[in-house]
Structure formats: structure tokens, C-alpha cells
């Protein structure tokens, strides 16, 4: 095999890490010789791969640091959705119907496919969750509860799934907290329906795992009926 077919093949191993999930924005990959041998290419051939991933701003070198994974990939789907999420509040409906589907179907895949290391990781996550729950730390609630739906993303082991999941799901996640702060009266509900997603997957039932995350959904959908039918009437009141 010539040494651009082997460069080719070592740009698209990289490109699955990429698209997986493996590396996401941030990652520093590993030391070249220690890459090039965990793809059977020689180092000539790592580094023409790795410079056209850079070429395309995929991965950037950073002097003194190494290669690191950029935000581009993420960025082309986010972009200008952020924005357009913040500014026009109406959308978080279609984000809600959009997640309910999604991570439905990703709760379904990771009760089927959870290995015991991804197990362990929602756990964690999970005591985490519930930690803050217990102490009101709302701060540490919402970083515990966007770790919990990735980590089921990232053991649902769909690559898709992964992706959406990194780029689009947790822009939407952010705008959505922010509209839970301050609902405190919701958290026994939202304690009982992590609880219900953890224990479907770590059952291996992914038709109760789906409904789980979508019963969730709902309540969420619910919740943010209510406050937004609150701030209504508060600015009635104040009229």
C-alpha cells in the first residue's frame, strides 16, 4: 500500500474518533508515536493525516502543547442556533419535541448497550445528581444533570446520538436550565424520574429506559408551562 493510501487511512480512523465521540473539543490527542502505533501507520503518514485534519480545522497544534481537537465541528451545527434559541423563547417547544425523541431513543440504545465502564460512569454521575439535590446546590444540579443525559448518550453508542448530543442537545440544555432556575418545588419529581432512567438501563430495559426519558420530558415540558404561566400573571399584577 502506498504511503498516501496508508496516510488516507490513518485520516479516516482519525475522522471516526472525531465522529464518534472519542475525541470531542478540547482533546488532546496522544503523543504521535504512541498514536501511530495504536493505527498501524507509520509517524510520515500520522502526520499527513493529521495535517489535513488541521487544514480543515478540525484539529489545531498548540506550541508546546500538542494537537488538540477545535470546536468546528460542533460549531457548524450550534451555529446560529444559540442565538436564535436566546432570542426567540417560543423555540424551546420544538427543542422539547426534539429532545424527547432523541433522548428517548439514546436512553433505548445505552440499556442495550451499556458496557460496565459506562454503567459506573452514569452512577457517578447520578450520585452526583443526587448530592446536589440534597444540598439545593442548583449550580451543581444543572452541570450533574446535563453530565447525566451525556453520559447516557455516549453509552448508547451511536455515533449520531453522540454528536447531536455533544453540539445541539446541550446548547439546548443550557437555554433550558436557565428557565428551571428558582422551581425548587420540582426536584422530588426530578429526582424520581433520573432515578427511573438510571434504574431501566442499569436493568437492561430499554423499552422502560425510553419511557422513562420521555415521561421525564414531559415534565420538564410541564414545568416550563407553569413558570412561564407564573411570569404572566407576575407581569399582570404589575401592569
Known amino acids: 500500500m502506498g504511503e498516501h493510501k496508508v496516510?488516507?487511512?490513518?485520516?479516516?480512523?482519525?475522522?471516526?474518533?472525531?465522529?464518534?465521540?472519542?475525541?470531542?473539543?478540547?482533546?488532546?490527542?496522544?503523543?504521535?508515536?504512541?498514536l501511530a502505533e495504536a493505527l498501524g501507520v507509520s509517524r510520515a503518514s500520522?502526520?499527513?493525516?493529521?495535517?489535513?485534519?488541521?487544514?480543515?480545522?478540525?484539529?489545531?497544534?498548540?506550541?508546546?502543547?500538542g494537537v488538540f481537537v477545535t470546536e468546528r465541528l460542533q460549531a457548524n451545527i450550534v451555529s446560529p442556533w444559540r442565538q436564535l434559541v436566546?432570542?426567540?423563547?417560543?423555540?424551546?417547544?420544538d427543542t422539547l419535541e426534539f429532545r424527547r425523541e432523541l433522548e428517548?431513543?439514546?436512553?433505548?440504545?445505552?440499556?442495550?448497550?451499556?458496557?460496565?465502564?459506562?454503567?459506573?460512569?452514569?452512577?457517578?454521575?447520578?450520585?452526583?445528581?443526587?448530592?446536589?439535590?440534597?444540598?439545593?446546590?442548583?449550580?451543581?444540579?444543572m452541570r450533574a444533570d446535563a453530565d447525566f443525559h451525556e453520559a447516557i448518550a455516549e453509552a448508547s453508542h451511536n455515533s449520531m446520538f453522540r454528536f447531536l448530543h455533544a453540539g445541539i442537545v446541550r446548547m439546548l440544555r443550557e437555554h433550558i436550565s436557565l428557565n428551571l432556575i428558582g422551581m425548587h418545588d420540582?426536584?422530588?419529581?426530578?429526582?424520581?424520574?433520573?432515578?427511573?432512567?438510571?434504574?431501566?438501563?442499569?436493568?437492561?430495559?430499554?423499552?422502560?429506559?425510553?419511557?422513562?426519558?420521555?415521561?421525564?420530558m414531559d415534565f420538564t415540558r410541564s414545568e416550563l408551562v407553569r413558570h412561564a404561566g407564573k411570569s404572566a400573571d407576575m407581569r399582570e399584577a404589575e401592569a
Open 186 to 216: 420540582a426536584t422530588a419529581g426530578l429526582r424520581e424520574q433520573h432515578q427511573a432512567i438510571w434504574d431501566a438501563i442499569r436493568l437492561g430495559q430499554p423499552d422502560n429506559a425510553r419511557e422513562a426519558m420521555q415521561v421525564h
Open 104 to 141: 428517548g431513543a439514546a436512553a433505548y440504545y445505552a440499556a442495550i448497550r451499556a458496557t460496565e465502564d459506562d454503567l459506573a460512569r452514569i452512577e457517578a454521575v447520578f450520585a452526583r445528581l443526587c448530592d446536589a439535590y440534597d444540598t439545593g446546590e442548583r449550580a451543581a444540579e
Open 7 to 34: 496516510a488516507d487511512k490513518a485520516r479516516r480512523a482519525l475522522e471516526l474518533r472525531l465522529l464518534d465521540g472519542s475525541w470531542t473539543a478540547g482533546t488532546r490527542l496522544p503523543p504521535e508515536r504512541d
Open 46 to 65: 500520522l502526520r499527513e493525516a493529521v495535517s489535513s485534519l488541521k487544514a480543515r480545522g478540525m484539529l489545531e497544534s498548540r506550541r508546546g502543547s
Open 86 to 93: 436566546a432570542e426567540h423563547p417560543d423555540l424551546r417547544w
